[in-house]
């Protein structure tokens, strides 16, 4: 039996219930003052679902505050299918097709996605790596800039990257810890600076990096427990346990997906594609996450990140 046969992806009353047990799993708590133990849930005639009243500052609330649902007039049900359907499928859903699927307007599936990639934003501050753990880094180039193509005061003028369609093109630069989690930073320009401080933020000293031969990770490498790296321009991807490919294969699952199922991402929002893929990448099937505990992840995931529409247009 199909987990979207489930009773919360259908009935109002049992959505509610579930986004409940999630965000609240000792009790209702108010998100106004805090309070706990003077919170009951309203019966009767109201016509709001899932109403609560705090008697400490006598102020009504329900699940949705505080979270990515708030002020949506959207059904809590329609929400949940939505989630399961963005974090089941390897590659996304895109816009048209959540339109399609839940039978909301264009304009909402669209808000409703960027939503919930708020919601899988990972905000985890902890270094990857670890004494000994292999940590690779590498970058890419995806989309053209919406700007123009800007110059390097080093290169007198010209821009950073010599020649070819990656100067025009938005910079991407991921950190993929070996057997473990992702991390994706669109950056303005992927150059010495940049690179260096996303590797000295995000990665423990006492990992041993391995990237290509590119010299924007040489002195950063030189911090690390161990720098290693292979030659791609001489057709060397691997020497023993020496090679990028893991970050390879990131980069792959994420261009098939926003160039077969997306198509078209804006500039200002591919921070939150990248907060897309990342989550999916970090709650895996290799790390034991199936779809439905990768479903609950992301829900657990929706409080203090509201998001405005003008917010989400703006970028």
Same mark, same amino acid.
């Given at each position: 039996?199909?987990?979207?046969?489930?009773?919360?992806?259908?009935?109002?009353?049992?959505?509610?219930?579930?986004?409940?047990?999630?965000?609240?799993?000792?009790?209702?708590?108010? $998100?106004?003052?805090?309070?706990?133990?003077?919170?009951?849930?309203?019966?009767?005639?109201?016509?709001?679902?899932?109403?609560?009243?705090?008697?400490?500052?006598?102020?009504?609330?329900?699940?949705?505050?505080?979270?990515?649902?708030?002020?949506?007039?959207?059904?809590?049900?329609?929400?949940?299918?939505?989630?399961?359907?963005?974090?089941?499928?390897?590659?996304?859903?895109?816009?048209?097709?959540?339109?399609?699927?839940?039978?909301?307007?264009?304009?909402?599936?669209?808000?409703?996605?960027?939503?919930?990639?708020?919601?899988?934003?990972?905000?985890?501050?902890?270094?990857?790596?670890?004494?000994?753990?292999?940590?690779?880094?590498?970058?890419?180039?995806?989309?053209?800039?919406?700007? $123009?193509?800007?110059?390097? $005061?080093?290169?007198?003028?010209? $821009?950073?990257?010599?020649?070819?369609?990656?100067?025009?093109?938005?910079?991407?630069?991921?950190?993929?810890?070996?057997?473990?989690?992702?991390?994706?930073?669109?950056?303005?320009?992927?150059?010495?600076?940049?690179?260096?401080?996303?590797?000295?933020?995000?990665?423990?000293?006492?990992?041993?990096?391995?990237?290509?031969?590119?010299?924007?990770?040489?002195?950063?490498?030189?911090?690390?427990?161990?720098?290693?790296?292979?030659?791609?321009?001489?057709?060397?991807?691997?020497?023993?346990?020496?090679?990028?490919?893991?970050?390879?294969?990131?980069?792959?699952?994420?261009?098939?997906?926003?160039?077969?199922?997306?198509?078209?991402?804006?500039?200002?929002?591919?921070?939150?594609?990248?907060?897309?893929?990342?989550?999916?990448?970090?709650?895996?099937?290799?790390?034991?996450?199936?779809?439905?505990?990768?479903?609950?992840?992301?829900?657990?995931?929706?409080?203090?990140?509201?998001?405005?529409?003008?917010?989400?247009?703006?970028?």
């Amino acid at each position: 039996m199909s987990i979207l046969s489930q009773k919360q992806f259908h009935y109002e009353d049992a959505a509610y219930e579930y986004v409940e047990s999630h965000i609240w799993p000792n009790g209702a708590v108010c $998100p106004h003052c805090g309070e706990s133990k003077r919170v009951n849930k309203l019966k009767g005639k109201s016509t709001r679902k899932g109403v609560h009243k705090c008697y400490a500052c006598r102020k009504p609330f329900t699940v949705k505050i505080g979270t990515i649902f708030e002020h949506s007039r959207v059904p809590m049900h329609y929400w949940l299918q939505a989630i399961y359907l963005m974090t089941s499928s390897k590659k996304g859903i895109s816009t048209q097709q959540l339109h399609r699927t839940l039978g909301v307007t264009l304009k909402t599936a669209w808000f409703m996605s960027h939503r919930i990639r708020e919601a899988m934003r990972d905000g985890d501050l902890d270094r990857l790596g670890g004494t000994g753990v292999y940590v690779e880094a590498d970058e890419t180039y995806f989309g053209n800039k919406s700007g $123009p193509v800007e110059m390097s $005061p080093r290169r007198k003028g010209r $821009p950073y990257i010599k020649s070819g369609k990656a100067a025009k093109k938005r910079a991407i630069v991921s950190l993929v810890e070996r057997g473990g989690p992702v991390r994706s930073f669109h950056v303005k320009q992927a150059n010495k600076e940049n690179v260096t401080k996303i590797v000295r933020d995000n990665i423990h000293q006492e990992s041993v990096l391995n990237t290509d031969e590119s010299r924007l990770y040489k002195e950063v490498g030189k911090e690390m427990l161990g720098h290693m790296t292979t030659k791609h321009s001489a057709g060397e991807y691997v020497r023993g346990g020496v090679h990028s490919n893991t970050v390879e294969n990131y980069f792959s699952v994420f261009k098939r997906g926003m160039k077969g199922t997306y198509q078209h991402c804006a500039e200002k929002h591919l921070h939150r594609y990248l907060a897309e893929f990342d989550f999916r990448y970090n709650n895996r099937v290799g790390l034991g996450v199936d779809d439905t505990e990768r479903a609950k992840n992301a829900l657990r995931g929706i409080v203090g990140k509201r998001l405005t529409y003008q917010t989400a247009s703006a970028g």
